[in-house]
């Protein structure tokens, strides 16, 4: 099981999308409240907090509703880099224990190469970046052999126009139709280097393509500009609403 933390990304439309805002690093995301619909009916509930040490993450913690602890990821740091990070998932019904260790590699401040130990099952991860400091591509390897790639391809303002993802037993083409012009909360949450892996940008987006399969998303902000709410819905009735609190 590799996990990849949600991806948003930003606009190709330098008038009407252009980031216009700065980010106020000086107030934390604290809290999520995420709800998954299955036409209209709730089917899950589940409740996100971060803690903080130097003001840098060191702790997520994802609970149910009924308080049952779901996923607890401890981060460390070397210099104010992210190091690594601990996604521990404790025994649900019906599912298996999992614990995921990521050691983060770096080459200045970009991060370079990623060393995960999925239970056992160790996969290397390595990105090449263009002359812009962009993520361009990533090959993961395993006992030597290439199982999967991934490639992101960018509009000439630095935008994420589009990401692919190819192995041998799937392939996924991800397409960035339109964006909103306000902050992206992750930039309150993690390191540039960090961001620039996940292709985590600075605005959030109103649609993406999966394959062919759209899904849309809407937004309330605060005075800050950073999403307090979040409507995302997808195909066969499936609909999420996250709710974000800030301090």
């Known amino acids: 099981m590799i996990t990849v933390i949600g991806i948003v990304c930003y606009s190709n439309s330098k008038k009407e999308h252009e980031l216009i805002l700065k980010p106020n690093k000086e107030i934390k995301l604290v809290k999520k409240t995420v709800k998954e619909y299955s036409f ?6 589940q409740i996100v907090n971060y803690f903080y040490e130097n003001d840098l993450v060191s702790k997520i913690e994802t609970k149910s509703k009924n308080g049952d602890l779901v996923e607890v990821d401890t ?44 239970s ?11 002359n812009l400091d962009q993520a361009v591509s990533a090959k993961l390897t395993e006992d030597d052999k290439i199982i999967a790639e991934k ?22 083409v991800f397409r960035y139709k339109s964006y909103d012009n306000r902050n992206n909360s992750f930039g309150l949450i993690f390191s540039d280097a960090f961001i620039k892996i996940n292709i985590i940008s600075k605005n959030n987006a109103l649609l993406i393509s999966d394959d062919g399969k759209k899904v849309s998303y809407e937004y309330e ?12 819905k997808g195909v066969d009735g ?5 709710t974000i609190e800030y301090e």
């Open 151 to 172: 490639k992101y391809y960018y509009f000439e303002n630095g935008n994420l126009s589009k990401q692919t993802y190819s192995s041998d037993i799937s392939k996924s």
């Open 75 to 118: 981060i460390k740091y070397e210099n104010r880099k992210i190091k690594e990070m601990i996604m521990n998932f404790p025994v649900l019904k019906n599912q298996y224990p999992a614990l995921i260790k990521k050691v983060f590699n770096y080459k200045g401040d970009l991060i370079i190469s990623i060393n995960t130990d999925d």
């Open 238 to 242: 499936k609909k999420s609403v996250t």
């Open 40 to 45: 209209e009916v709730l089917k899950s509930e």
């Open 120 to 130: 056992g099952r160790k996969v290397l991860e390595e990105l090449t970046y263009n």
């Open 221 to 232: 902000y605060n005075a800050d500009n950073y999403p307090v709410k979040i409507i995302e």
